[in-house]
């Protein structure tokens, strides 16, 4: 048995011991929110609805709209002295009517077939017939588009002659056996459908075309390389912007310097949500240089996820950066595991501040009629977010989830509410987030890009067809439509080419 030396102080024994048990209580705590947050990324939901419990009058007056004191009034104490009167009553429900079967688009071709019934019909009258369409599909087709051009004897004098024969017609890639209609196809299954080309190669071969992977590697080169002239006029017209969202993704990139690794790039993204189109930039790293760069001549608002190679902007003449409400949710979310009561409180608050866009939105209001909304309804509902989360703040553990939820937003306040001062802002950073979407699910096929210059040129592309994709643009038809024009189009029209600008040819 241990014996305590004489003068062992117990108190201080025991609030060391108290504190050790407070820091492992802490850790504990943190590491089952990561582990919460770790099954969510592999096993959860990956949306972030958020649905009040029913559990605080708070909550009920939120989702049933009803008085405290009503509900204060009716207690579980009460219930004996509750008469029950059962009534029946016939529920009739107002079904719509079932739509049919789908009709298919009138474009489509139609092959016909008239199927007779098996005995004579020759003397008997015709009152109608039925019709019965079924979808059907057929691989698409490579074909060979042949030139002949015939060759004429031109005498030139009583002895000379030369050779007279037409020119071929102008194309986007000089001596290439792909036409610009393979050529397009071939890139919108890359960075519209997620097609790796080695996959492409494979669909090829089963048609009984046998392309090397070299060969449509080169194809992909040099037709991107043709559109440097027009990415750089379409980024003009996106800096051009009162308003731009800025977000950043990552890319694996095929290194010389790094032999049997890659390296991280990133894709960064500037969003016109006025005009529907978006920006690529890609960068070898994450730093502030890449923002600084591209947005050396921008003026107007800025507004992005809080990220800190956006903060030297926040004191650069003529830009007002604003951050992103959805951002600052969605630090409350990952915390439910955490606070469920506090964050509960919190998301009720953001949910009215959605409520109130989701309103705007619906009604299509001008922007002056969003401002005058945001002002009367949205300001209150967020001094009392504020308000709360200063009050709340002192009473969390500053490293907790709920914590760091609190600090992120009254650490960004400010950016958060500069949307209600003026109705054509948006309350979240979601346009350009919604634009990243198509590179995540590229990665994960392609897996990386196989140079740095091969990413900038995944950007020029990404950068064009997602604002087909904003436009309701049909990419291929608008891609096989660009790369025919080019060759001979001219340079002082060109911006008419780019998706925002472009006509499509009548047939």
């Given at each position: 048995?241990?014996?305590?030396?004489?003068?062992?102080?117990?108190?201080?024994?025991?609030?060391?011991?108290?504190?050790?048990?407070?820091?492992?209580?802490?850790?504990?705590?943190?590491?089952?929110?990561?582990?919460?947050?770790?099954?969510?990324?592999?096993?959860?939901?990956?949306?972030?609805?958020?649905?009040?419990?029913?559990?605080?009058?708070?909550?009920?007056?939120?989702?049933?709209?009803?008085?405290?004191?009503?509900?204060?009034?009716?207690?579980?104490?009460?219930?004996?002295?509750?008469?029950?009167?059962?009534?029946?009553?016939?529920?009739?429900?107002?079904?719509?009517?079932?739509?049919?079967?789908?009709?298919?688009?009138?474009?489509?071709?139609?092959?016909?077939?008239?199927?007779?019934?098996?005995?004579?019909?020759?003397?008997?009258?015709?009152?109608?017939?039925?019709?019965?369409?079924?979808?059907?599909?057929?691989?698409?087709?490579?074909?060979?588009?042949?030139?002949?051009?015939?060759?004429?004897?031109?005498?030139?004098?009583?002895?000379?002659?030369?050779?007279?024969?037409?020119?071929?017609?102008?194309?986007?890639?000089?001596?290439?056996?792909?036409?610009?209609?393979?050529?397009?196809?071939?890139?919108?299954?890359?960075?519209?459908?997620?097609?790796?080309?080695?996959?492409?190669?494979?669909?090829?071969?089963?048609?009984?075309?046998?392309?090397?992977?070299?060969?449509?590697?080169?194809?992909?080169?040099?037709?991107?390389?043709?559109?440097?002239?027009?990415?750089?006029?379409?980024?003009?017209?996106?800096?051009?912007?009162?308003?731009?969202?800025?977000?950043e993704t990552t890319i694996k990139v095929l290194d010389r310097d790094k032999p049997g690794a890659t390296h991280q790039g990133y894709y960064w993204l500037y969003?016109?949500?006025?005009?529907?189109?978006?920006?690529?930039?890609?960068?070898?790293?994450?730093?502030?240089?890449?923002?600084?760069?591209?947005?050396?001549?921008?003026?107007?608002?800025?507004?992005?996820?809080?990220?800190?190679?956006?903060?030297?902007?926040?004191?650069?003449?003529?830009?007002?950066?604003?951050?992103?409400?959805?951002?600052?949710?969605?630090?409350?979310?990952?915390?439910?595991?955490?606070?469920?009561?506090?964050?509960?409180?919190?998301?009720?608050?953001?949910?009215?501040?959605?409520?109130?866009?989701?309103?705007?939105?619906?009604?299509?209001?001008?922007?002056?009629?969003?401002?005058?909304?945001?002002?009367?309804?949205?300001?209150?509902?967020?001094?009392?977010?504020?308000?709360?989360?200063?009050?709340?703040?002192?009473?969390?553990?500053?490293?907790?989830?709920?914590?760091?939820?609190?600090?992120?937003?009254?650490?960004?306040?400010?950016?958060?509410?500069?949307?209600?001062t003026d109705g054509r802002l948006c309350i979240d950073n979601n346009p350009v987030e919604n634009a990243v979407r198509p590179v995540a699910i590229g990665r994960?096929?392609?897996?990386?890009?196989?140079?740095?210059?091969?990413?900038?040129?995944?950007?020029?592309?990404?950068?064009?067809?997602?604002?087909?994709?904003?436009?309701?643009?049909?990419?291929?038809?608008?891609?096989?439509?660009?790369?025919?024009?080019?060759?001979?189009?001219?340079?002082?029209?060109?911006?008419?080419?780019?998706?925002?600008?472009?006509?499509?040819?009548?047939?």
């Open positions: 048995m241990q014996v305590a030396a004489p003068n062992t102080d117990y108190k201080v024994l025991y609030e060391q011991a108290q504190a050790v048990n407070e820091q492992l209580q802490f850790e504990m705590t943190d590491l089952k929110h990561q582990l919460d947050q770790l099954k969510k990324m592999i096993f959860g939901s990956k949306h972030e609805r958020f649905v009040p419990s029913n559990n605080s009058i708070n909550n009920l007056q939120l989702s049933l709209n009803l008085e405290a004191e009503t509900i204060e009034q009716c207690k579980i104490t009460d219930a004996t002295k509750i008469e029950y009167i059962r009534t029946k009553t016939q529920v009739i429900e107002d079904k719509k009517p079932h739509p049919g079967r789908m009709k298919l688009p009138e474009h489509l071709r139609r092959e016909t077939t008239i199927l007779q019934p098996d005995t004579d019909v020759t003397n008997l009258k015709k009152i109608g017939e039925e019709i019965t369409e079924i979808l059907d599909w057929t691989p698409g087709e490579m074909f060979v588009k042949q030139y002949i051009r015939p060759k004429y004897v031109v005498p030139v004098s009583e002895t000379n002659t030369t050779v007279l024969t037409a020119s071929l017609p102008n194309r986007i890639v000089e001596k290439s056996m792909a036409g610009e209609g393979l050529l397009a196809q071939i890139i919108v299954d890359k960075y519209v459908d997620h097609l790796p080309l080695h996959r492409q190669l494979q669909r090829f071969q089963r048609a009984g075309v046998t392309i090397a992977q070299s060969t449509i590697n080169g194809w992909v080169t040099l037709t991107l390389e043709q559109f440097l002239s027009l990415y750089e006029l379409h980024k003009i017209q996106v800096l051009a912007s009162y308003y731009l969202h800025a977000d969003h016109n949500s006025k005009d529907k189109i978006v920006l690529f930039d890609y960068r070898k790293g994450r730093s502030r240089e890449g923002p600084n760069d591209i947005l050396k001549d921008f003026k107007g608002f800025l507004q992005t996820d809080g990220y800190v190679a956006y903060e030297d902007f926040e004191n650069t003449e003529g830009i007002t950066v604003l951050n992103c409400m959805a951002h600052a949710r969605r630090k409350f979310v990952d915390a439910l595991q955490n606070d469920k009561d506090r964050c509960e409180h919190a998301l009720a608050l953001f949910q009215k501040l959605y409520a109130i866009e989701r309103k705007a939105n619906q009604e299509q209001l001008l922007p002056d009629a969003i401002l005058s909304l945001r002002q009367d309804k949205s300001v209150p509902v967020l001094k009392e977010l504020k308000e709360w989360m200063v009050a709340q703040y002192p009473d969390v553990l500053p490293a907790s989830a709920i914590g760091k939820a609190i600090a992120y937003s009254l650490k960004r306040w400010e950016k958060l509410c500069v949307y209600v994960k096929n392609y897996l990386f890009a196989g140079s740095h210059e091969a990413a900038q040129r995944a950007a020029m592309i990404y950068s064009l067809l997602a604002t087909c994709r904003m436009h309701n643009i049909n990419p291929y038809t608008w891609l096989k439509d660009v790369l025919q024009r080019m060759p001979s189009y001219d340079v002082k029209k060109l911006t008419e080419l780019l998706p925002q600008n472009w006509e499509k040819p009548v047939a």
